[in-house]
């Protein structure tokens, strides 16, 4: 499945959760893609949250698929 920051899959991983199923994250970071890295939205929560856009990405995969007991 694919799943990431635009496209968050929310209706169909809430489906599968009762089954046990697991999402995986490859490739988080899109390649290396500047357009995804360099993206406003990321620079400006990076700034106000002293990170930089790379931490604030895997942040929210990070917070998005591990299970809240794991956090």
Known sequence: ME???YWQQTEL???IAPYGTVT???Y???????DL???D???KLGEKYVKTNVQVI???HIHAYLPADML
């Open 37 to 39: 890295i360099g993206e």
């Open 3 to 5: 799943c990431h920051l």
């Open 13 to 15: 991983r809430q489906r």
């Open 24 to 26: 995986e994250s490859w």
């Open 41 to 43: 939205t990321f620079t």
């Open 28 to 34: 988080p970071l899109g390649h290396g893609a500047s």
């Open 58 to 60: 895997l942040r929210w």
